[in-house]
């Protein structure tokens, strides 16, 4: 019961972040940007799939290495259903996440992570269609950190974005609104199949 009740709020969480703003358009959307191999990627292109949708950047000290590591562990939960699903990770710091350097980082999680670059107006627009927000603050050595919005988005086989999961949540919840689109696409696989018999 304990567990229903967390489970309820985290959607609910996830609903009011989908529904915040004052009459914008609506939320997600597909896109174009460049892959860790350097190949040009489309959302699009994972119809089929429920995707795992995350903003980040390499040099981030906590946030992003936290979340991609709840990500990989829904991988390894869900074992061979884990084809049905796709993780994706879109860095906000084009200037240092080179697709080499994308490469290294999202291999290091988990080996069917993609990771997603573009330039500065590509990841700009991207990130508006998720209201995603992040700003540059430049350190005395030279350096500089990126404070971003740290939502994963659930997006569905047919590549509705349905839920943002705030960070922090554990990957079991992860897990769970995983395992419900899975289970309600393969629902209405079977149920197609019915109606053509």
């Not at 670059?117 to 350096?143: F, M, P």
């Not at 404070?147 to 569905?156: E, G, P, T």
């Not at 609104?177 to 629902?187: A, F, K």
């Amino acid at each position: 019961m304990r567990w229903l009740k967390t489970r309820s709020v985290v959607l609910l969480l996830g609903l009011l972040l989908l529904t915040a703003g004052s009459g914008a358009s609506q939320l997600g959307g597909d896109f174009t940007l460049t892959d860790q191999h350097g190949e040009r990627f489309q959302l699009d292109q994972l119809r089929g799939k429920v995707v795992l949708l995350f903003f980040g950047y390499t040099y981030c000290p906590d946030i992003c290495p936290t979340e991609l590591a709840s990500i990989a562990a829904v991988f390894d939960a869900l074992e061979e259903r884990a084809l049905q699903v796709q993780g994706l990770f879109v860095t906000v710091d084009p200037e240092r996440d080179t697709p080499e350097v994308l490469n290294n980082y999202v291999r290091y999680f988990h080996e069917d992570l993609i990771g997603l670059t573009g330039t500065a107006a590509e990841i700009e627009r991207v990130a508006l269609q998720h209201r995603v927000r992040y700003s540059k603050h430049e350190l005395d050595d030279g350096n500089y950190t990126i404070d971003h919005s740290a939502q994963l988005y659930v997006i569905d086989r047919e590549g509705t974005l349905t839920s943002a999961v705030p960070y922090g949540l554990p990957a079991e919840h992860v897990l769970n609104v995983v395992d419900d689109l899975l289970r309600t696409g393969d629902r209405q696989v079977e149920s197609m199949r019915g109606e053509r018999k």
